[in-house]
């Protein structure tokens, strides 16, 4: 099975723009979750989808959104972005029912100029 | 919200030494998980313990899950020079019953440097 797959893997981008993430998960996952990895925070959880519905939100501002498609992809937005937001947006999937395997993608590493 | 402590922070050892890393919370824990994180990845589950108590290997690894519920330790036996890397505790932020949202607190790390 392939494993969660995540793009684009690096990218540079300026304060005030906006930028689209992408995963897709494992298949036969239909649960997906973003985390943000920052050197000061760690792993924060940003929100859990599963069948297109948003189940879960981590404590972050409205520019942070995401959404997902009938076929489990997932993708996050972040909007007028800050300096701040340079971080490893890491995609995780699970199995339906499943408690404590979430696989993870390789991330996507955001820089904010 | 929950907080997972871990400790050390970062650890330079030898190759072939072993290495005992934990994690502590101040609320319970249903699950406790072990992950590893080599550079430029994602994480990867190396552990996951369900039972208060368990016990359980993964190869040279060796994870328990504390008896309070607030406790989980990660030993490594015989390093090697790629154990290097950063390993993470974490558990979910409410008991999971199967159905529902998912959501996992993480520590922030033990950074593991193995000296050949």
């Known amino acids: 099975k392939a494993g969660v797959t995540q793009t684009p893997r690096y990218l540079i981008k300026t304060r005030g723009q906006q930028v689209t993430l992408s995963c897709s998960p494992i298949s036969g996952h239909r649960s997906v979750s973003w985390y943000q990895q920052t050197p000061g925070q760690g792993l924060q959880f940003l929100f859990e989808?599963?069948?297109?519905?948003?189940?879960n939100k981590g404590n972050f501002p409205g520019r942070f959104s995401g959404r997902q498609f009938s076929n489990s992809r997932s993708e996050m937005n972040v909007s007028t972005l800050e300096l701040g937001d340079s971080a490893l947006y890491l995609c995780a999937s699970r199995e339906t029912g499943a408690a404590g395997e979430l696989f993870f993608g390789e991330g996507s590493r955001l820089t904010v100029l | 919200g929950q907080q997972l402590n871990q400790s050390p922070q970062s650890m330079f050892i030898q190759e072939g030494e072993d290495v005992s890393m934990n994690c502590t919370s101040s609320s319970i824990f249903n699950t406790w998980l072990w992950y590893k994180q080599d550079p430029g990845e994602g994480p990867v589950l190396l552990i996951a313990?369900?039972?208060?108590?368990e016990l359980t290997s993964n190869g040279r690894l060796t994870a328990q899950f504390g008896i309070t519920r607030k406790d989980s330790f990660l030993n490594i036996s015989a390093s090697i020079p790629s154990d290097v890397g950063i390993y993470f505790c974490a558990g979910p932020n409410k008991p999971y019953s199967g159905a529902g949202s998912y959501q996992l607190t993480f520590g922030k790390g033990t950074k593991l440097s193995v000296i050949p």
């Open positions: 989808y599963f069948s297109e519905t948003q189940r």
């Open positions: 313990l369900y039972k208060a108590g």
